[in-house]
T-cell receptor
């Protein structure tokens, strides 16, 4: 079945710098890759997603890239701000069209 | 996100007791999900439902039971709670399939003593 690995588990960056979080997946049939953000004590919320027919997608300061050959996808956050501090989860679809989740990355923005 | 609610928000119970966590959504979404969230494991799917009276196992279903008699409700029951079931439980829903945007409830923090 599908397995998703996410790195790093913790990422600390200076405010204004960029942050990159990477995920790898095992099932070459996966075709949907969302990223969710979870602020402390809150529920996860979708921030961006990408499907397998697209290589890159951007939404203001966030972007996701997908490399199907290497089976990895990444979240890029530019010009980081304090409100970007949160745990970020990647996920990949499995053969039942359900999501398999990465373990999460805690992003810390240093002032 | 007020359209999906969970109750109770916090629950303390003892080993061996039966516990039911409630989930209610007002969007008439077809799909509903139950996840558990534990440190270092991210979100793990317990059960999901494609429609009323249709449920299926996820990654970690052992020890849990679900039902879905109405589209808007998807209760999760721990038949005999164990300490390993101490976790934060999230209910979620999506419009059509699991690969649509999933909208999460606020979560239930369950402690089994």
């Amino acid at each position: 079945g599908e397995n998703v690995e996410q790195h790093p588990s913790t990422l600390s960056v200076q405010e204004g710098d960029s942050a990159v979080i990477k995920c790898t997946y095992s099932d070459s049939a996966s075709n949907y890759f969302p990223w969710y953000k979870q602020e402390l004590g809150k529920r996860p919320q979708l921030i961006i997603d990408i499907r397998s027919n697209v290589g890159e997608k951007k939404d203001q300061r966030i972007a996701v890239t997908l490399n199907k050959t290497a089976k990895h996808f990444s979240l890029h956050i530019t010009e980081t701000q304090p409100e970007d501090s949160a745990v970020y989860f990647c996920a990949a679809s499995d053969s039942n069209y359900q999501l398999i989740w990465g373990a999460g990355t805690k992003l810390i923005i240093k002032p | 996100d007020a359209g999906i609610t969970q109750s109770p928000r916090y629950k303390i119970t003892e080993t061996g007791r039966q516990v039911t966590l409630m989930c209610h959504q007002t969007w008439s979404h077809s799909y509903m999900f139950w996840y558990r969230q534990d440190l270092g494991h991210g979100l793990r799917l317990i059960y999901y439902s494609a429609a009323a009276d249709i449920t299926d196992k996820g990654e970690v279903p052992d020890g849990y039971v679900v039902s879905r008699s109405k589209t808007e409700n998807f209760p999760l029951t721990l038949e005999s709670a164990t300490r390993s079931q101490t976790s934060v439980y999230f209910c979620a829903s999506s419009h059509r399939v699991g690969t649509d945007t999933q909208y999460f409830g606020p979560g239930t923090r369950l402690t089994v003593l």
